[in-house]
């Protein structure tokens, strides 16, 4: 019985061949398939090519920002595999900022032709066609490329291929505007590196004061808590010291390094006979750094007369570490803020007066700078600060600045109501030592004997040469050499 397949009739079974025929068989078919082309690829299969390409290229070229990095590690001098990245200019860049662009400048076309040059001899042409060096048309466009020699930040634009000429007059002109720009921002850079400005400070302060932290010095700086002419005062917890403990809570006396502050305060140190002979060799910035270390010898004197002052705790080119006044992290009030009874005024009136007799004749200092803007009211006393102007009665002002505190002082108390504030020509005459006879109050004739007596001071000294101070006064130590500059 014959079997009947649903699909039709079954193929008659092919007949058995022989190896070679079999072999030739495979060969034709093989190079028949060889030979066959593929067939065509549509649009949308050739943008789904370019796609996967596309992100095989960028895989790739994340991969090798990843080995770059690796590679170069935190090394001054890198290795850039920037040639064999798989970048497509018609792309835009995903990269971060770091990566370097793309760009093929072999076909620019904005790229800026090169100039044509003059030969050697002048001048081209023959004949009535002859150009020479000083041609406007060529002179322009020289101008026009040497544009391009300008600083970076100076925006010269794009001609984008287009034939512009500057004469002469204009190209001088924009080249002397380049010159002088240039020069006012390295000034103003400049000024902004090396200038404390007011609750601030330059870049070179501010390491000073990290290299205080790190070393020990000081815990942290906890801000600004008052600003003057000359200076910026921070409020900082300190540290350790080897040679002494440092206060829990001190403060950092920061000196303003903008000369303008100090071209008008010359006069209070360079006829200081402590420091004149360092003063005349030094540059107008290093002045600031003596400015400090005269503070420093200044409070010194006073902290060994008893004189209620700030200690020093350490000198820094021109940072000046000091102990706090104060309580808490709140500064003791200013004289003039403070708001005393009577009998507090009244005991505020004679702590001054033994104050300035003890300045004077203790520690043979003026402080030529006294107000009730620097004498400070904490634990029932006065305080005196700001002693960086401070100068000896050797100065030749230093009896004008001594009845200048005296002033200040005496209409100070007489205008909070002490009746035993004494008049300014009293006040001085007890401080100084001195007997000026005082009649009728003739302002005029007492400033004319103070400017005689130190007339005659003057003289004596530079006739003997040098300065003697008492042996209860001398600094401890010898003075403190300017710091190196970094």
């Known amino acids: 019985m014959s079997k009947h397949s649903p699909w ?34 549509t649009g949308y299969d050739l943008m789904l090519a370019k796609m996967l390409q596309m992100q095989f290229d960028r895989e790739f070229d994340d991969q090798l920002l990843r080995e770059e990095k690796k590679f170069n590690g935190d090394s001054k001098v890198s290795i850039s595999f920037e040639n064999y990245r798989m970048v497509h200019p018609y792309e ?20 800026a032709e090169k100039p044509q040059t003059t030969p050697r001899k002048g001048f081209t042409g023959k004949g009535k066609n002859i150009t020479t060096k ?102 900082a917890n300190g540290g350790s010291l ?25 006069r209070y140190i360079k006829d200081d006979y402590r420091f004149i002979d360092r003063f005349s060799k030094l540059n107008p910035r290093k002045v600031i750094r003596l400015w400090a270390e005269k503070e420093m010898h200044n409070l ?32 003791a009030p200013k004289l003039k803020d ?11 009136f004679y702590q001054v007066l033994h104050v300035m007799q003890q300045l004077y004749q203790e520690c043979n200092l003026v402080h030529a700078d006294l107000s009730e803007y620097n004498m400070l009211w904490h634990e029932g006393k006065v305080w005196l600060i700001d002693v960086s102007q401070s100068v000896e009665p050797t100065h030749p002002h230093a009896l004008e600045f001594l009845f ?15 009746s035993e504030a004494m008049s300014v020509y009293e006040l ?4 100084s030592g001195l007997n000026i006879p005082v009649g009728e109050e003739e302002e005029a004739e007492f400033m004319a004997e103070i400017e005689a007596l130190e007339k005659r001071n003057e003289d004596h000294v530079q006739r003997r040469g040098k300065k003697t101070f008492p042996a209860s006064c001398e600094d401890v130590g010898p003075p403190l050499q300017p710091d190196s500059d970094d």
């Not at 193929?11 to 065509?40: D, G, H, I």
């Not at 391009?148 to 291929?161: L, R």
């Not at 505190?405 to 209409?411: H, I, P």
Request: glycine letters at 4%.
């Open 8 to 41: 039709g009739p079954v193929a008659p079974e092919p007949r058995s061949c022989s190896l070679t025929e079999v072999m030739s068989e495979q060969l034709a078919t093989q190079l028949e398939e060889e030979n066959k082309a593929p067939p065509p690829l």
């Open 92 to 111: 835009d860049s995903d990269s971060s900022e770091d990566e370097v662009d793309w760009q093929d400048t072999r076909h620019d076309p904005y790229r």
């Open 134 to 235: 000083h041609d406007a048309v060529t002179c322009g466009r020289k101008n026009t490329a040497r544009m391009d020699n300008f600083a970076p930040e100076v925006h010269v634009g794009d001609g984008m291929g287009m034939d512009l000429k500057l004469s002469n007059q204009v190209f001088n002109s924009l080249k002397q505007h380049c010159n002088s720009e240039q020069r006012r921002s390295a000034r103003l850079h400049e000024k902004k590196e090396h200038s404390t400005a007011e609750q601030a400070v330059d870049p070179r302060t501010r390491l000073l004061m990290y290299k205080m932290v790190n070393a020990g010095v000081l815990e942290n700086i906890n801000g600004c808590i008052s600003t003057g002419k000359e200076s910026v005062v921070f409020h």
């Open 242 to 266: 080897e040679e002494q403990p440092v206060p829990d809570e001190v403060v950092l006396k920061v000196f303003k390094t903008t000369l303008n502050e100090f071209k008008n305060r010359d």
């Open 300 to 331: 010194t004197r006073m902290r060994k007369a008893e004189i209620p002052c700030p200690e020093v705790v350490l000198l820094k080119k021109h940072i000046l570490v000091m102990s706090f006044i104060g309580k808490d992290h709140v500064p």
């Open 338 to 348: 403070v708001l005393l009874g009577s009998e507090d005024m009244k005991t505020a």
């Open 404 to 418: 200048r505190d005296c002033r200040n002082v005496s209409t100070f108390f007489q205008k909070r109501g002490v």
């Open 428 to 431: 001085f005459n007890l401080v």
